[in-house]
């Protein structure tokens, strides 16, 4: 454990720490706990979501998955930066116009009843803890790798500090960490991509030549990890479809003020997404051809340390340290966002609105809130204590499935189909979690024939890594048929009449009754 590391990660650390400390001063209601009281600007929620979506799987995970599948590992890539024109074009501004804190706010704007509001709370905590794992398990290798620390305590570590920061300073806390994290993250990749350029005199030409000469040209070419098309087809439509679905970047419209900033929050976080994995590739190829295989390997068997490795090839202990506590700024980040995430769907949606039918003073509302921060870490902490040799794209990767067959057709038929009622609403999202839970317990990434390449030892059930393929159109089809096949329990006229309010507002943010006054 060297001076330099513990000096980049004080700094880190207490850079955060201040930040907390200030936002914690201006956290009072349940609006600023849960949405910064939604005065973000739109570059800042840009800087935000990219905080969020570039998380220890973007980082750790696609340079990892890069250096050991090539081509394979930079469909992470592409599928991350595509995913944000669907957010652009298709969900932010209705979010922004019909939710309130979380996704299940948005869906009972339309159908307001209790089990849509259980449904969905249940999905996003499920979501967030995939999520948590992922980021918790890239944790721990890493602060194992810089300073030898044990994986659990390291995982303890990152798990008592992410609590801080969202028990003390909310959504604003959590947003301004995310900002400078980001940038961080955006500084510490050029960097390390300029030194890759550096070291094959800025030609891609002799980059890709030199991985395919020494490496196989089976690096540069699809069918080291994904051997069929529809392995790849499936992978890709969970990371294009998926970003849609998850939870703590859809409550990231609500921190703005209108549907304007929404939409400028998503134009600012596909630029800085499209700029930062364009990089992952220098990263990943890097490493394969400085560090090795052998060395990633011996290092994590998932490849989640190759970006710190490459950087220690690069520049020695000191941009090691500097990578290392950007990679830590980044986990600590978005775990926060996470946590926040499933302690509003824990404390508003389940507590507030299911159990006490929202008659809760600001102060409870604040109360709850923390006490579900508290119950969502500890339970991730656990969880993520036996995941230690998943690889955290995979992980990421599987919560986007679910995102993307559980709450994205419930969300696009709540918008835009007329007939759609709550029966098919919770069809579509039952349908596509569990649908997901199973198909992808049966799938490779949990057996294997291989001992140590998947959690059990035995030959997988399902050959899809990510059964998205068909868990989506399980989703869709299971949100049809539940509204063609049953009757609304609300009246066809009342029915007409909110689906014209939903249309109106989702498009214009201003209610039909607000019209007509």
Known sequence: MNIVSIGFFVAIVGLTLVVTYIAAKRTSSAADFYTAGGGLKGWQNGFAIAGDYLSAAAFLGVSGAIALTGFDGFFFSVGYVVANLVLLYVIAEPMRNLGRYTLA???????????????????????????????????????????????????????????????????????????????????????????????????????????????????????????????????????????????????????????????????????????????????????????????????????????????????????????????????????????????????????????????????????????????????????????????????????????????LPVILYTIYWKKFNSTGAVAAMVTGLVSCLILGAMGPNVWSPVEGAAIFVGKPLVPLAVPAIITIPLGFIAGYLGSVLSSSKVPKEEAERIYKEIRVKSNTGVSVSDISH
């Open 105 to 407: 706010d948005m869906l009972t704007a339309r159908f307001n009843e209790k089990r849509i509001r259980g449904v969905a709370a249940s999905g996003t905590i499920i979501i967030v803890i995939l999520y948590m794992i992922a980021q918790l398990v890239g944790a721990g290798a890493l602060i194992k790798l810089l300073f030898g620390i044990e994986y659990w305590v390291a995982v303890l570590i990152v798990g008592v500090m992410m609590t801080t920061y969202v028990l003390f300073g909310g959504m604003t806390a959590t947003s301004w960490v995310q900002i400078i994290k980001a940038s961080l993250l955006l500084f510490g990749t050029g960097l390390l991509a300029t030194l890759v350029l550096v070291k094959f005199d800025f030609s891609l030409l002799k980059m890709f030549d030199t991985i395919a000469v020494d490496h196989g040209e089976e690096f540069l070419v699809p069918g080291i990890k994904y051997t069929s098309t529809i392995d790849s087809v499936s992978m890709m439509m969970a990371l294009v479809l998926g970003t849609s679905g998850l939870p703590h970047i859809l409550m990231r419209f609500f921190t703005v003020k209108d549907a304007k900033t929404a939409r400028s929050s998503i134009s600012w976080t596909t630029w800085i997404t499209a700029i930062f994995f364009s990089l992952t590739i220098f990263l990943g190829f890097g490493a394969l051809n400085f560090v090795g295989l052998d060395q990633i390997l011996a290092e994590s068997k998932a490849g989640n340390t190759a970006a710190p490795l490459l950087a220690h090839y690069l520049g020695g202990d000191v941009l090691m340290a500097f990578i290392g506590a950007v990679a830590f700024a980044t986990i600590l980040a978005v775990v926060s966002g996470l946590v926040l995430t499933g302690a509003s769907a824990i404390s508003h949606d389940i507590y507030g609105e299911i159990i006490k039918d929202g008659k809760l003073t600001e102060k409870q509302q604040v109360v709850a809130a923390r006490t579900g921060s508290i119950s969502i870490a500890i339970v991730s902490i656990i969880l993520a204590l036996f995941a230690q040799s998943l690889n955290v794209s995979f992980l990421v990767s599987f919560a986007f499935c679910i995102g993307a067959s559980a709450n």
